[in-house]
């Protein structure tokens, strides 16, 4: 028996020092987390800055700015994809936790809130009020002040970049000062900061118009491309009771087209939660991304089973929900081999049939990895200097995975630099929150009104204290 519990001991012993070698070895297999290096959701971009600081107030922040002598850089959820929130040896100002709720008027639909806000927290906020955001990205776990730096867009149809939501924003510029800016107060700097990047100053409270939060039921229309524009135009483009729409391209073929719009609606609640739930694993959105990216046969597996079973009914649901997608969703498993990345190319509504061939030859010449290409639409931006909506647009979102190796990323920029070209060849232009890879000739095409934006920069940061990447390929020189 005294041999039996010896043995059983040993055993056990022996047991215990396996699992703590196999804790040991899993948590030496979890890349390490770098002091100081800021990086974006593609992982792609390691970028080691002097600090971080987190500011809670106005004051913090008006402090880094008068009392650092080097570079800074804004950061809130770094979902921009190209280094655009830092840059090396800057202090990063980490927006985060400058995230409250400065005013509300339910009776004006009006909110004014600290910029580092999420939108989520925002919406939970408002939603006891049946109101709404007017305008945001499909996803609610950016920043307030982040989506106001890029001046960001959604599926919202008759709307456009989000400038056309905003009443006025509060700045802090270089030199400390801290003022108010709008369309008809301090304009330049609000034009020029709403969609500049972090190059003018940094925005701390911004004030939006709302709208009512209202009940939507979902349709959708399968049909061939070159049927889209045909039908945009005569059943959505003035549509007011469309809320949401986009139309989703399928790769490989690109030939077809499913467009997915929310209604307005009377009709009884099918869900009947306010916002969507954020405290999911999403594995199964996950296996299906994993699906879609691995494979010919798993874009045509999501082409004619899964989206032909997601959209058999019409659910009708609160504004609301539609608005509060969370991003994780989207995150794969490991970006140590690959990564997933967003590209945006913008051309005039009128220009739909003359550009999408033009962009399908390219992906196809060139073998990209597209998981969804997704076609929004968008108003003429109103004045912003960096604005990507020159005319009224359709913005074409284009979901790839590439490698992450040097190799894979001088495949991208190449491909890259002919969709942009692409673009340009349609009057259209290219989105900046993404990869860095258009040569300053196509940037200063895309963006003819770069050089007045400059010389606001060098008026307001004279001593080119806000820089970033975007700043550092464009501006430094």
């Known amino acids: 028996m005294k041999n039996r519990k ?37 992982q792609l971009n390691p970028i080691k800055v002097r600090g971080i600081v987190t500011p809670k107030s106005t004051a913090e922040i008006i402090n880094v700015v008068k009392n650092h002598k080097g570079s800074i850089s804004i950061g809130g959820g770094r979902f921009s994809m190209g280094g655009q929130t830092a840059t ?7 927006m985060r936790k400058y995230n409250h709720i400065v005013s509300f008027s339910k009776e004006q639909k009006e909110i004014t809130v600290q910029a580092g806000i999420r939108w989520r927290e925002l919406i939970q906020f408002i939603d006891k009020y049946d109101l709404s955001v007017k305008i945001m990205q499909t996803y ?41 800016a709008s369309a008809t107060q301090n304009q330049e700097i609000f034009y020029a900061t709403i969609g500049g990047y972090g190059g003018i100053g940094i925005i701390a409270e911004v004030t939006l118009s709302l709208t009512d939060n209202c009940k939507l039921e979902r349709s959708d229309k399968v049909m061939d491309i070159k049927d889209y ?27 077809e087209i499913r467009a997915i719009s929310y209604s307005k609606t009377d009709k009884e609640l099918t869900i009947k939660d306010r916002l969507k739930p954020n405290d999911g694993s999403f594995a199964m959105n996950r296996f299906a991304i ?14 004619t089973i899964i ?27 490991s970006r140590n081999k690959t990564t997933y990345v967003l ?47 020159k005319t009224e647009v359709f913005a074409f979102v284009i979901y790839y995975k590439q490698g992450v190796t040097n190799k894979d990323k001088k495949k991208v920029k190449e491909w890259t630099q002919q969709l942009i070209n692409a673009a340009l060849s349609e009057e259209g232009s290219y989105y900046l929150p993404y990869q860095i890879h258009a040569t300053k000739e196509q ?17 307001y940061d004279p001593d080119y204290k806000f820089k970033n990447k975007l700043f550092d390929a464009y501006y430094r020189n």
Request: charged residues 25%; contains cysteine.
């Open 307 to 333: 989206n032909p079973i997601y959209y058999e009914n019409n659910p009708v649901e609160w504004r609301n929900y539609e608005a509060t997608y969370d991003v994780k969703e989207l995150e794969p498993s």
């Open 88 to 94: 090396e040896n800057a202090i990063q100002i980490d």
């Open 229 to 255: 524009y045909k039908y945009f135009t005569s059943t959505i483009r003035n549509n007011d009771k469309v809320v949401f729409h986009n139309a989703d391209i399928y790769p490989n073929t690109y030939d």
């Open 6 to 42: 010896n043995v059983n001991f040993t055993l056990l012993k022996t047991y215990l020092v396996l699992l703590v070698a196999l804790l040991f070895s899993c948590l030496n297999n979890k890349p390490k987390q770098e002091q100081n290096v800021v990086n974006d959701v593609t």
């Open 343 to 389: 590209e945006e190319y913008f051309v005039p509504v009128e220009k739909f049939d003359s550009f999408y061939p033009k962009m399908i030859k390219i992906l196809k010449e060139n073998e990209v990895n597209v998981m969804n290409i997704s076609i929004r639409h968008a108003k003429q931006d109103p004045g912003s200097i960096m604005a990507w909506a």
């Open 290 to 303: 994993k699906t879609v990216s691995s494979s010919s046969f798993g874009k045509w597996i999501r082409k």
């Open 140 to 180: 609610a776990n950016f920043t307030i002040g982040g989506s106001l730096s890029v001046n960001v867009h959604g599926r919202y149809v008759g709307q456009g970049p989000i400038i056309l939501s905003v009443k006025s924003i509060k700045v802090i510029l270089a030199n400390g000062d801290f003022v108010m």
């Open 443 to 459: 940037f200063l095409k895309a963006y003819p009104n770069a050089k007045e934006f400059f010389k606001l920069k060098k008026k």
